[in-house]
């Protein structure tokens, strides 16, 4: 792709590379990099091997330990200049985003708004309280102090990928961590290039962060290499299970951050038009494409005619097509992607749903779909569609629709609409990683701790210092005396 002068993401440096000690051929052959709005080829990325992984980790490992003993200052600096990056190129970065993506414009903004973001919050954890000091009974002084884990590999997705990469790379490199980043081979450049030219530009020594771009066989590489410590991966349920059974193998940590069916209940007595607005955001942006997206919509059975209504128009007035236009939604990231959209929703449509709006594409746009009259054991309510599709059930009383909720084995977000009294009553009711009373489900913010429960993973790992430092550093427990101490033998 043909990019500005002063350029960050110029292809001749990134262009079917990986980046090891520098911008290097991978073993593996590259891949193109698809807009999936229009087809065209925007670049070529360089795929790691797994002896490519290999490598990385023992490079790594070296350079991690050098890293860890830079002070706390020149590791904030190198952060907060990564950060400033984010913004002085947030243009290119944009543009980028869109096109790989397919995402509308506020979409790729709020990427390069949180990456920025990620960094600064993590500019502070070096200076952090880095532990506790403990009483004892022993004559010795105690401290239970954190330590950097050693290396951390990153795996992410397609959907968001500059946030869900930033957001581990961010603080585990803060926390004095050396970090593999492994993006999706679709969407290499959001998901990696960006994050490697940023710090790259702020100084970070070499080694420190690699990219290693690849598909399942890479990501297994690295819950496999003894170096690696830390597996961070956000992706779906199938993927997650397997990472987790190696790492559990492997004996290595994993933050698990994995698919979601999140719900969003709309209370009796709510304001329609406003509920439906937020139900149409919720299920419709970035085309469906995010964990958090709105994927049950659960109504108070005295509202659900007018909801359905509300919903519907809107679904029927949005704009889909290509994101770098006037549109509400883009493409599809891929033919896979949609078939199975379509799949589910078709096999809706037999089981005797009615498609009140949408069921239809052109390409990779799918047109914002709304299913009612759908029972609770069909695909296209117990399962994650990833797609613009928002299927409508109603509820009776607050115990019915927490028994809704909860009998879906996902758990990442609720959102609640309504009577705040009652929104009170049920959150205390759903088993869900995040709760949002007045708000749809889609919600990220740099700071607030981030996860799932059950089938949406091991929960609540990224944001904040608190969830950071326990994220990607290791406990040490301290003791120090003036004297060797005394013993009996
Ligand atoms: P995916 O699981 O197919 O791929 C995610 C990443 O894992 C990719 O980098 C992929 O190459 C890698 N991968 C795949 N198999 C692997 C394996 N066996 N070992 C190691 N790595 C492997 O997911 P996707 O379809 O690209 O993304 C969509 C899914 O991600 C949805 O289920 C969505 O809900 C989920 N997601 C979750 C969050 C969250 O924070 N909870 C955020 C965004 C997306």
């Given at each position: 792709m043909q990019t500005e002068q002063s350029s960050i993401l110029d292809p001749s440096v990134w262009g079917g590379k990986i980046y090891t000690d520098g911008w290097t051929q991978g073993s593996a052959e590259s891949v193109d990099v698809i807009?999936?709005?229009?087809?065209?080829?925007?670049g070529s990325a360089g795929i790691a091997s797994a002896e490519d992984v290999y490598a990385a980790a023992t490079r790594a490992a070296a350079a991690q330990r050098e890293w860890a003993a830079r002070k706390p200052e020149e590791r904030a600096a190198v952060l907060r200049r990564a950060g400033q990056v984010f913004e002085d190129h947030v243009q290119e970065f944009n543009t980028w985003i869109q096109r790989e993506t397919g995402a509308i414009a506020p979409k790729a903004g709020l990427e390069t708004h949180v990456a920025a973001n990620e960094c600064f919050d993590a500019a502070g954890l070096p200076h952090h309280p880095a532990g506790d000091v403990l009483t004892s009974d022993e004559d010795h002084w105690s401290f239970a102090r954190r330590v950097p884990a050693g290396v951390v590999a990153v795996i992410s997705p397609f959907n968001f990928p500059l946030i869900l990469s930033i957001r581990s790379v961010a603080p585990a490199l803060a926390l004095g961590n050396a970090v593999i980043l492994k993006p999706d081979p679709r969407t290499p450049v959001s998901g990696g290039v960006m994050i490697m030219r940023a710090f790259e530009e702020a100084g970070l020594p070499a080694g420190v962060l690699q990219l290693l771009t690849g598909g399942a066989e890479t990501g297994a590489a690295l819950t496999d290499a003894p170096e690696v410590r830390i597996v961070s991966f956000t992706g779906s349920t199938a993927a997650g299970r397997k990472v987790g059974e190696a790492c559990g193998r492997n004996l290595k940590r994993a933050h698990l951050e994995l698919g979601g069916n999140n719900a969003m209940v709309v209370l009796p007595g709510a304001d329609v038009a406003a509920a439906a607005s937020a139900g149409a955001f919720g299920s419709f942006m970035h085309q469906g494409q995010v964990c958090m997206t709105t994927g049950r919509h659960l109504v108070h059975e005295s509202l659900k005619e007018e909801y359905v209504a509300a919903l519907k128009e809107k679904a029927e007035h949005l704009p889909v097509g290509?994101?770098?236009?006037?549109?509400a939604l883009g493409p599809i990231i891929d033919e896979k992607q949609r078939d199975n959209i379509d799949r589910i929703v078709r096999g809706a449509k037999d089981a005797g749903a009615n498609i009140e709006a949408g069921g239809t594409y052109e390409n990779l746009f799918y047109a914002p779909t709304v299913i009612s009259g759908i029972d609770r054991d069909n695909p296209a309510w117990a399962e994650e569609i990833f797609g613009p599709v928002a299927p409508v059930l109603s509820f009776s009383s607050i115990e019915e629709a927490a028994e809704i909720i909860n009998a879906n084995e996902y758990g990442l977000s609720v959102g609640i609409l309504g009577d705040v009294g009652q929104a009170m009553k049920l959150a205390d009711l759903v088993h869900s990683g995040k709760v949002h009373i007045n708000e749809q489900t889609v919600s990220d913010e740099s700071n607030a701790p981030f996860g799932g429960v059950g089938a949406s993973g091991t929960g609540s790992r990224f944001g904040g210092y608190t969830a950071n430092i326990e994220a990607f550093t290791e406990t040490q427990w301290l003791t120090m005396r003036p004297d060797i101490a005394p013993y009996p033998f």
């Amino acid at each position: 792709m043909q990019t500005e002068q002063s350029s960050i993401l110029d292809p001749s440096v990134w262009g079917g590379k990986i980046y090891t000690d520098g911008w290097t051929q991978g073993s593996a052959e590259s891949v193109d990099v698809i807009e999936p709005a229009t087809g065209a080829v925007l670049g070529s990325a360089g795929i790691a091997s797994a002896e490519d992984v290999y490598a990385a980790a023992t490079r790594a490992a070296a350079a991690q330990r050098e890293w860890a003993a830079r002070k706390p200052e020149e590791r904030a600096a190198v952060l907060r200049r990564a950060g400033q990056v984010f913004e002085d190129h947030v243009q290119e970065f944009n543009t980028w985003i869109q096109r790989e993506t397919g995402a509308i414009a506020p979409k790729a903004g709020l990427e390069t708004h949180v990456a920025a973001n990620e960094c600064f919050d993590a500019a502070g954890l070096p200076h952090h309280p880095a532990g506790d000091v403990l009483t004892s009974d022993e004559d010795h002084w105690s401290f239970a102090r954190r330590v950097p884990a050693g290396v951390v590999a990153v795996i992410s997705p397609f959907n968001f990928p500059l946030i869900l990469s930033i957001r581990s790379v961010a603080p585990a490199l803060a926390l004095g961590n050396a970090v593999i980043l492994k993006p999706d081979p679709r969407t290499p450049v959001s998901g990696g290039v960006m994050i490697m030219r940023a710090f790259e530009e702020a100084g970070l020594p070499a080694g420190v962060l690699q990219l290693l771009t690849g598909g399942a066989e890479t990501g297994a590489a690295l819950t496999d290499a003894p170096e690696v410590r830390i597996v961070s991966f956000t992706g779906s349920t199938a993927a997650g299970r397997k990472v987790g059974e190696a790492c559990g193998r492997n004996l290595k940590r994993a933050h698990l951050e994995l698919g979601g069916n999140n719900a969003m209940v709309v209370l009796p007595g709510a304001d329609v038009a406003a509920a439906a607005s937020a139900g149409a955001f919720g299920s419709f942006m970035h085309q469906g494409q995010v964990c958090m997206t709105t994927g049950r919509h659960l109504v108070h059975e005295s509202l659900k005619e007018e909801y359905v209504a509300a919903l519907k128009e809107k679904a029927e007035h949005l704009p889909v097509g290509d994101p770098t236009g006037q549109v509400a939604l883009g493409p599809i990231i891929d033919e896979k992607q949609r078939d199975n959209i379509d799949r589910i929703v078709r096999g809706a449509k037999d089981a005797g749903a009615n498609i009140e709006a949408g069921g239809t594409y052109e390409n990779l746009f799918y047109a914002p779909t709304v299913i009612s009259g759908i029972d609770r054991d069909n695909p296209a309510w117990a399962e994650e569609i990833f797609g613009p599709v928002a299927p409508v059930l109603s509820f009776s009383s607050i115990e019915e629709a927490a028994e809704i909720i909860n009998a879906n084995e996902y758990g990442l977000s609720v959102g609640i609409l309504g009577d705040v009294g009652q929104a009170m009553k049920l959150a205390d009711l759903v088993h869900s990683g995040k709760v949002h009373i007045n708000e749809q489900t889609v919600s990220d913010e740099s700071n607030a701790p981030f996860g799932g429960v059950g089938a949406s993973g091991t929960g609540s790992r990224f944001g904040g210092y608190t969830a950071n430092i326990e994220a990607f550093t290791e406990t040490q427990w301290l003791t120090m005396r003036p004297d060797i101490a005394p013993y009996p033998f």
